[in-house]
């Protein structure tokens, strides 16, 4: 355990120290174990060295001494004991008789100590402080006795002391040594290592890819660092694309970004961009308890611009408005072209509803300015709805729907003006919207009927004829008033084809009426302008009469004030044309227009249709009253006959009569009833004539 977190600790120390330590280990051991062996070589040595003096000494002494022995002289054998004092290490001598009975003694100077214990003669014995050697003592042949020498072992222990220290300071040396050589060796390996993790470092660091380590001359560190440059080469390489990649995308963002936000004619937002605005604005409004207005502006007039001066000035034209409804804005509202000739702008930050109206006002007014492109002076002028968030909604596509709806508003209204958004308007809206995808098919679906309202001759109080008024059996909301859908049908064109089938299907019934003996019947068929703008619209009505085998001088076609006020030359020949066929000509709702006596002289026109409205006030009202006489009057004298709208009640038709008004139509009489029902009207009456007749 205590190993294994040395090791750990061993493992997390640099490179270096780690080479340093391993060396230092590796060398100590080797030089430890040399010392060690040279100890117990120095050791080895000392004892045998010691042995064979010990032994050289013992067989001199007894050469010597075997004279003595021979002749017995002790004294003499004392004397060559004694020359034992010339070697230091003895410490004491015995000398035996063959008999083992001691003959010399010695023992140096100084010394006491009990004579060792006998050995055989020729043997040798150490122990801890002693070297014990025997020799036995011969003269000619014959053995006289023994000599046993003590040598001192503590002197050889000193000499391998010594050595030991000796042995230990060239082990320190040494090792001090080669850590100094190890420390210069190590640098040459572990410097190119540690200048290569400061590059990696440096590299990291500064994210400077074009930094380059330095080769080393040894292979493997070499080659490390020429990797290591490859794959800095690479990166750095792979670095560069990349950057050139991300501007390059990043220039392709942008100008997708225009081209997603931005329109390219007028340099305006673009739709997309008004819907990101306008969800920002919303989510601002909510959070600061300030509005955020939608003002939907569509151009009057600009298909007309378009079509007659071309697409360039068109062009030109939508720039100049978006710079007038700039100028009308403040720099942090929106101002965006959302579709052809439509304008959005979003109102941010906006306190008062007022400030809606009173920016619209300001933009009608900057586009009623004359516009000169290229010498044409070119009059524009704008229709603008307005909604508010969050009075009217909170949610975008409802917020930009009101706004359209209230635009549609101020364009019923007469164009050139504004109109400011309330609930009452949307489901308007949605009916016309849903009326609008039905209508197409309802022709083909056979969903329309003609109701005839019978006219009336009041001054015999008989059916004079009727008047066709389409309806609409809608397979879902039933009847729909032709109030609702014939705008529609008129904008959207619809009308061509629903207007000759009604100018058909009443041909159709006359044809059916005279059939049937009711000769005198007469039919009036409702004309909207755009039928008569077609060019071979009399043509079409020449057609459906030979067709449909009725009779023209039975018919009738009721036209507007506003027909005629923008009637030029070619419906002049038209109507004259229709004329010349036999056919007569009304005005329908007369006193609602213009109501210009001078212009009735210029159409051939046969008959006046009083409005309903004068007709409803004729009793409450002299001033209606007076206008009505005047219209009678007038009309006569210009040999028009003259009918009255919308007569409910006994009175009206009796003044009516009075100031000899011609004929007359209304629910006082009937409203408008089916083909069955008002050809049971018509028998009925004719049953009655004859009854009374
Ligand atoms: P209009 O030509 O003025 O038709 C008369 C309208 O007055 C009819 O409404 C009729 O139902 C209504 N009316 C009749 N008597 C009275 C009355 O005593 N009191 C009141 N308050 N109203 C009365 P209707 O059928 O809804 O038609 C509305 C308008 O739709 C027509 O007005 C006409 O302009 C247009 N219209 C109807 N049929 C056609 C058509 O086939 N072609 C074209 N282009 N327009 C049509
Ligand atoms: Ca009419
Ligand atoms: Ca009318």
């Known amino acids: 355990m205590a190993l294994d977190s040395r090791l750990d600790a061993l493992r997390r120390q640099p490179v270096a120290r780690q080479l340093k330590l391993a060396n230092l280990f590796t060398s100590g051991v080797v030089i430890f174990l040399a010392g060690v062996l040279l100890l117990a070589l120095q050791a080895y040595l000392a004892g045998s060295v010691l042995l064979r003096q010990a032994r050289t000494a013992a ?36 000398v035996r008789d063959a008999d083992g009975r001691p003959f010399a003694s010695y ?58 220290l000796l042995v230990w300071l060239v082990m320190v040396v040494s090792l001090g040594l ?39 001359a040894s292979a493997d560190i070499g ?131 007022q400030v809606g109206e009173q920016i619209a006002q300001k933009c009608l007014t900057e586009l009623a300015k004359v516009i000169r492109i290229n010498d044409n002076e070119i009059y524009v002028s704008g229709s603008i709805g307005i909604s508010s968030c969050p009075d009217d909604a909170i949610d975008v596509h409802a917020l930009l729907k009101f706004s359209d709806t209230a635009m549609y508003y101020a364009k019923n209204a007469g164009k050139n003006t504004y109109r400011v958004f309330t609930p009452g308007m949307q489901g308007e809206a949605q009916k016309r919207f849903a009326m609008n995808g039905n209508l197409r098919r309802a022709l083909e679906r056979k969903e329309f009927v003609l109701h005839y309202q019978p006219q009336i001759d009041l001054h015999t109080g008989r059916i004079s004829g009727a008047e066709a008024l389409i309806r609409w059996a809608h397979p879902d909301l039933g009847t729909i008033s032709p109030l609702e859908f014939i705008p529609i049908a008129e904008e959207t064109g619809l009308i061509i084809p629903i207007g000759n089938w009604v100018l058909r299907e009443a041909c159709l019934q006359l044809k059916a009426w005279h059939d049937h003996g009711l000769t005198h019947l007469r039919m009036a068929v409702n004309l909207s302008s755009r039928q008569l703008s077609e060019s071979n619209f009399v043509q079409m009505v020449l057609d459906t009469l030979a067709e449909t085998g009725a009779s023209p001088h039975a018919l009738e076609l009721e036209l507007t004030e506003s027909m005629l006020m923008d009637a030029n030359q070619q419906t002049i020949a038209k109507l004259d044309a229709l004329r010349a066929a036999g056919l007569m000509l009304a005005i329908d709702d007369f006193g609602t227009g213009y109501s210009s006596m001078t212009y009735l002289k210029r159409f051939p026109i046969n008959t ?20 009505t006489k005047a219209i009678i009057s007038m009309a006569h004298s210009l040999d028009l006959q003259v009918v009255a709208e919308g007569i409910e009640t006994v009175g009206q038709a009796a003044l009516l009569l009075s100031n000899g008004c011609n004929s007359g139509q209304g629910f006082y009489y009937s409203k408008a009833v089916g083909s069955d029902e008002i050809l049971a009207l018509v028998l009925a009456e004719s049953e009655r004539e004859r009854a009374s007749g």
């Not at 100084?110 to 002693?130: E, K, Q, T, W």
């Not at 990349?242 to 970004?257: F, G, Q």
């Open 178 to 216: 080669a850590n100094a050589v190890l420390v210069r060796l190590q640098r040459i390996v572990t410097e190119p290592l540690l200048a290569l993790a400061k590059t990696a470092e440096t590299v990291s660091r500064h994210g400077d890819f074009s930094i380059r380590a330095k080769v080393y």
């Open 59 to 94: 067989a001199m002494t007894g050469e010597n001494l075997s004279a003595a022995m021979v002749f017995g002289d002790r004294k003499s054998g004392a004397d060559i004991l004694a020359a034992l004092r010339a070697f230091d290490d003895i410490a004491q001598a015995q």
């Open 223 to 353: 080659l490390l660092a020429g990797a290591f440059n490859t794959m800095l080469e690479r990166i750095e390489k792979r670095d560069a694309e990349l950057l050139s990649e991300i501007a390059e995308r990043k220039r392709v963002e942008a100008k997708l970004d225009r081209l997603a936000h931005f329109d390219n004619v007028t340099g305006l937002h673009n739709r997309y961009y008004f819907n990101d605005r306008l969800a920002a604005a919303v989510a601002q409004a909510q959070q600061s308890q300030r509005r955020a207005m939608v003002m939907f502006l569509d151009l009057d007039n600009f298909k007309a611009v378009n079509d007659t001066l071309g697409h360039d000035t068109g062009d030109e034209l939508l720039r100049i408005v978006s710079r007038r409804l700039g100028l009308c804005v403040r720099l942090d509202d929106t101002v965006a072209r959302i579709g052809g000739d439509e304008f959005a702008i979003i109102l941010e930050n906006v306190g008062d509803q």
């Open 107 to 164: 023992t140096r100077a100084g010394l006491v100590s009990a004579p060792a214990a006998a050995l055989d003669a020729g043997a040798y014995r150490f122990d801890a402080d002693h070297l014990s050697v025997s020799q036995s003592i011969s003269y000619q042949g014959r053995r006289l006795g023994s000599i046993q020498i003590e040598a001192e072992m503590a002197p050889a222990y000193r000499r391998i002391a010594w050595y030991a």
């Open 608 to 627: 006046l249709k009083v409005d309903r409205s004068f007709v409803h006030d004729l009793l409450s009202s002299t001033r209606d009253v007076a206008i």
